[in-house]
């Protein structure tokens, strides 16, 4: 790469950093200011003036993130966190390691997936990061680990091991809730296991359900005390993962998701760019575009391209009575506040959102059930589509074609002017990522006990369903699973290769 791109171009790599150590993140203010809240006596809350807030994000981060606010202060906790964060993850390295050499019975094995493992960017990405990714993953595999004891160590079926894995299961779900599927998988592969006598699945199944209980009991409880209603993980209002937006924008994106839209198919940037051009004379710029350049003609079932322009029109219009309704709340004085409160990457809109308790806008539900409407209609005449198409042949490869390394910055130059030694560690993980994937289903089909199929198995396959079907793409959410997916991967290797063994021998038989 010319030098001089990079003299020239000081701001081509993304990536800035919190008091000169960690990296920011878009998704700090939702781990890191609950802690500073609660030391101001505001409650552990993202936001002490909406109650919804308080349950919003699942603990696990910010009590992490809170226990190191506390002992070294915010400037040095920023320092410290990618160093904890890194050792969590070497030991769960090594723990990577022993569990496969457990499921392999090869130590060499072993230490091959922990060298895989431990360098893998997939993770070491995210250690610099003050966000659940930086942790969760590792909570998973000494979870494994501990159910590897479980199903393979020399003392089988013990109950302190079945213990073990809940717990780290059950913190890593409260760190990231998807990863509850994980727990889910274990109670199957407890259940079919043929290894164990009846009643020690039943009593194993109930010992592992009652301990994840009661880790969650105080989290329920505290939701419950805060909004007056059973909250297992984490709730949303009508104003969803996007601040202001509303109901409708929910409304919107699934609507974008059932014909298979362009991504992001959150929506997010489509409503920006509608509330934007309020400010301009072309108003209905951004509406017109997008029908014209971005909705195919497939996606017209039962409505018609006008009647789409007037669904925006009335989504604009709604837009600009949402911001009408809460100037009070975002002038500077507010919006400087805020930023002290929750970080400096809140924007005017998220000052504008419907808190809990606060009827929603008239004009949000009517928008919402006319786009609610129209993925009713794509639902109904073209089912195809709505269930298989957009999800499975749309959304489903983008978790797959794809290196899986955006959170290294210096691999992802702004202008894609991309140097030979990036093209190279790109393609690496590029491919190991597709493999990943390719060996993981694989391995569904192979002979393996039910058991184990159904614990690796179930694990990714519920959880890849779950993400097509029901969340907007963001390839992190499905972060968790790798290492399931690296130990499945390795099974098939080496049933490959022990299928090619025996064949050889059969070969040299016959010509002896």
Same mark, same amino acid.
């Given at each position: ?18 008091? *000169? ?6 998704? *700090? ?7 500073? *809240? ?35 202060? +915010? ?29 392999? *019975? ?6 091959? !997936? ?18 659940? %990714? ?99 993980? %984490? ?56 029908? %014209? ?41 507010? !919006? ?16 504008? #959102? ?119 793409? +963001? ?35 016959? #010509?002896?």
């Amino acid at each position: 790469m010319n030098i001089n791109v990079l003299v020239n171009n000081p701001d081509r790599y993304t990536g800035d950093l919190v008091h *000169n150590s960690s990296i920011r993140s878009i998704d *700090n203010p939702w781990y890191t200011t609950q802690i500073r *809240n609660y030391i101001d006596g505001n409650g552990f809350t993202i936001n002490p003036e909406d109650p919804i807030m308080s349950v919003r994000r699942t603990p696990g981060y910010p009590l992490f993130y809170g226990i190191h606010y506390v002992i070294f202060g +915010e400037e040095n906790a920023h320092k410290i966190i990618p160093y904890t964060q890194s050792m969590i993850f070497a030991l769960s390295a090594v723990a990577f390691g022993a569990t496969v050499s457990l499921i392999t *019975n090869s130590v060499a094995v072993g230490y091959i !997936l922990t060298l895989l493992y431990g360098t893998s960017l997939f993770f070491v990405g995210f250690l610099f990061y003050t966000i659940t %990714e930086g942790i969760h993953p590792s909570f998973i595999v000494f979870s494994l680990y501990y159910a590897a004891r479980y199903f393979y160590g020399k003392k089988k079926f013990s109950y302190k091991y079945i213990i073990l894995a809940t717990f780290f299961c059950a913190i890593a779900t409260l760190i990231r809730p998807i990863n509850g599927i994980l727990f889910i998988a274990l109670i199957f592969s407890i259940l079919a296991n043929r290894k164990l006598h009846f009643e020690k699945r039943i009593k194993s199944t109930l010992l592992s359900i009652l301990f994840f209980a009661l880790i969650f009991s105080p989290w329920v409880a505290h939701n419950y005390n805060k909004i007056d209603e059973f909250v297992l993980l %984490e709730k949303y209002n009508q104003s969803g993962a996007f601040g202001g937006f509303g109901a409708k924008q929910e409304s919107l994106a699934k609507w974008i998701r059932s014909w298979g839209g362009p991504e992001p198919s959150h929506g997010a940037g489509l409503h920006l760019s509608i509330s934007n051009d309020l400010n301009t004379d072309d108003k209905l710029y951004t509406i017109e575009n997008f029908i %014209e350049k971005s909705v195919p003609k497939y996606a017209y079932v039962g409505y018609s391209k006008s009647e789409l322009f007037a669904a925006l029109v009335t989504y604009q219009d709604c837009i600009n009575v949402r911001i009408k309704k809460y100037s009070s709340r975002t002038s500077q004085s507010d !919006l400087d506040s805020a930023r002290e409160i929750w970080g400096p990457d809140i924007q005017t809109i998220d000052l504008m #959102k419907t808190k809990w308790g606060e009827p929603p806008l008239k004009c949000e539900l009517k928008v919402a059930s006319i786009f609610d409407n129209f993925r009713e209609k794509i639902r109904v005449g073209d089912p195809l589509r709505y269930y298989i198409v957009s999800p499975i042949l749309v959304r489903g490869p983008q978790y797959i074609f794809h290196s899986n390394t955006y959170s290294m910055s210096f691999l992802n130059p702004r202008d894609k002017i991309f140097n030979s030694a990036q093209y190279i560690v790109k393609s690496f993980f590029y491919i190991v990522n597709v493999a990943l994937f390719v060996l993981s289903i694989i391995y569904l089909f192979i002979k393996r006990d039910r058991y184990e199929k159904l614990f690796f198995g179930s694990f990714f396959v519920i959880s890849f369903i779950f993400l097509i079907y029901f969340i907007h793409v +963001e390839t992190r959410y499905m972060l968790g699973v790798y290492p399931s997916m690296y130990i499945m991967a390795t099974i098939t290797l080496m049933s490959f290769l022990k299928y090619l063994r025996s064949k050889k021998i059969n070969k040299y038989h016959v #010509k002896q």
